[in-house]
Nanobody, 112 residues
Framework: QEQLVESGGGLVQPGGSLRLSCASSGLPFSSYAMAWYRQATGKTREFVAGISSAGATTNYVDSVKGRFTISRDNAKNTVYLQMDSLKTEDTAVYYC?????WGKGTLVTVSA
């Protein structure tokens, strides 16, 4: 059964850092481009970052460029999102996506 499980969310102060992980099972992980999305309360889900299947290409929404870094470890079937210099507007549930498959999300709260 295909499964994506996010972890690493939590409460952090503005300017702080968090590292999200998304572990995959039941999928040929190394064949999939992976992406992180987020959804804040009352807003639509938005793309945050993407990475190609081999990890050679990445792309980001403008609002996180220079602060977030997406990476992957195909040997561990895991994709990561390193989030630095966090802002209150980064508060959202963060989701991992592979093709048509979605994880259930992990909550990131940035607050003083």
């Amino acid at each position: 059964q295909e499964q994506l499980v996010e972890s690493g969310g939590g409460l952090v102060q503005p300017g702080g850092s968090l590292r999200l992980s998304c572990a995959s099972s039941g999928l040929p992980f190394s064949s999939y481009a992976m992406a992180w999305y987020r959804q804040a309360t009352g807003k639509t889900r938005e793309f945050v970052a993407g990475i190609s299947s081999a990890g050679a290409t990445t792309n980001y929404v403008d609002s996180v460029k220079g602060r977030f870094t997406i990476s992957r470890d195909n040997a561990k079937n895991t994709v990561y999102l390193q989030m630095d210099s966090l802002k209150t507007e980064d508060t959202a549930v963060y989701y991992c996506k592979a093709g048509v498959y979605w994880g259930k999300g992990t909550l990131v709260t940035v607050s003083a």
